[in-house]
T-cell receptor, first 109, second 113 residues
């Protein structure tokens, strides 16, 4: 069955450094979503990508959907301490979304 | 007030006890979900419901049951809790199927001793 793999599992960066997390699917995805979970919090929707090769930006966050619609990435430019948390991608299978294992980001001041 | 409310927020119980986690929402969404979160494993779908008469198993439904009492309420039960069901449980809602964002509750942390 479809699996959504996410790497790395953990990432520590100095404040101001860039950060990227990658999401890979064994099958073609119709779309992909990204969520952020702050420590002690619940996942919060960030964005959905639908088109092949799509790139979307939210301030310092850049989201990309691969040409083959099997992979996606989230890039954060010049991380800040407010970026701390776990970032999840989620891909659809049937009528629901299945989540990647997440990347936990620690930002060192 | 939160749009998706879960109770209890924290619960410690013993092996073999019956536990119910409740979820209520004010978003008016038809679709509701229960996820389980474990460190390193992400969020895994337990059950989902697309309306009051619809219940579907997710990827890890064994040992769990659900009830959709109304459009706004979706409860998760552990008939006989076991220690490996210790986890953080999230309820979520969505307006449409795989094209709609999920709105999560605050989570229910369950510890089974």
């Amino acid at each position: 069955g479809q699996q959504v793999m996410q790497i790395p599992q953990y990432q520590h960066v100095q404040e101001g450094e860039d950060f990227t997390t990658y999401c890979n699917s064994s099958t073609t995805l119709s779309n992909i979503q990204w969520y952020k979970q702050r420590p002690g919090g619940h996942p919060v929707f960030l964005i959905q990508l639908v088109k092949s090769g799509e790139v979307k930006k939210q301030k310092r966050l850049t989201f990309q959907f691969g040409e083959a619609k099997k992979n996606s990435s989230l890039h954060i430019t010049a991380t800040q301490t407010t970026d701390v948390g776990t970032y999840f991608c989620a891909g659809p299978r049937g009528n629901q979304f299945y989540f990647g294992t997440g990347t936990s980001l620690t930002v060192i001041p | 007030d939160a749009d998706v409310t879960q109770t209890p927020r924290n619960r410690i119980t013993k092996t073999g006890k019956r536990i119910m986690l409740e979820c209520s929402q004010t978003k008016g969404h038809d679709r509701m979900y229960w996820y389980r979160q474990d460190p390193g494993l992400g969020l895994r779908l337990i059950y989902y419901s697309f309306d009051v008469k619809d219940i579907n198993k997710g990827e890890i439904s064994d040992g769990y049951s659900v009830s959709r009492q109304a459009q706004a309420k979706f409860s998760l039960s552990l008939e006989s809790a076991i220690p490996n069901q210790t986890a953080l449980y999230f309820c979520a809602t969505s307006e449409v199927g795989n094209a709609g964002e999920l709105f999560f509750g605050e989570g229910s942390r369950l510890t089974v001793l």
